[in-house]
């Protein structure tokens, strides 16, 4: 049997990663850690102010979702991080040099459509405008899937449970 996958969920905000992540992990057997949860308050005051970070806030927040994921080597795990830029995936896997990432891909006006839709959630909808700007997809080099976010939350899964059983063959 193969290695189970610590799964990095990634993608902009609203592209679905706090709700495939539990459900994926769920299909998978393993637990989840929502990223969101390892940022120390002043990030969430700054997000919750409107104000983007800059990435001396989010080096520490990676190397600790990095460790959750360096945790779970060889048992599997699913956490979710946006790590939109290339060097913010460098960051986790410098913890974490197993972890695949799921990219979460989907067009503007349907993740802002879904975005208008959510409500209490920190992070407003003008700052999806940068998160494309920022974005960086998955680069030949880097393991892991992209999977398109159209249909249904249990549709996403499934697409993702097969892309992520192709990259173990
Ligand atoms: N497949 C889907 N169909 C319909 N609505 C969805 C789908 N996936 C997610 N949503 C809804 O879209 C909104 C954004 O999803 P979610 O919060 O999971 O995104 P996120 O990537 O975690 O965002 P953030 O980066 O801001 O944490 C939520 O209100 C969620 O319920
Ligand atoms: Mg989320």
Do not use: C
């Amino acid at each position: 049997m193969s290695t189970p996958h610590v799964v990095v969920v990634m993608g902009v905000a609203g592209t679905g990663k706090t709700t495939i992540g539990p459900l994926l992990a769920a299909e998978l057997g393993v637990p989840y850690a929502e990223g969101d949860d390892f940022h120390p308050a002043a990030n969430i005051a700054k997000m919750s102010a409107g104000t983007p970070l800059d990435d001396s806030d989010r080096w520490p927040w990676l190397d600790a979702i990095g460790q959750w994921a360096h945790g779970r080597a060889g048992l599997g795990g699913v956490v979710s991080s946006s790590a939109l830029k290339r060097v913010y995936r460098d960051r986790l896997r410098a913890e974490a040099p197993g972890a695949v990432f799921l990219h979460l891909t989907g067009d503007r006006a349907l993740i802002e459509e879904r975005m208008a839709e959510r409500k209490g959630h920190f992070m407003p909808t003008a700052l999806l405008d940068s998160q494309f700007a920022t974005l960086q997809p998955l680069q030949e080099d880097e393991a892991g899937v992209s999977v398109d976010v159209s249909g249904t939350p249990e549709e996403i899964t499934q697409r993702a449970v097969a892309a992520l059983r192709r990259l173990e063959s």
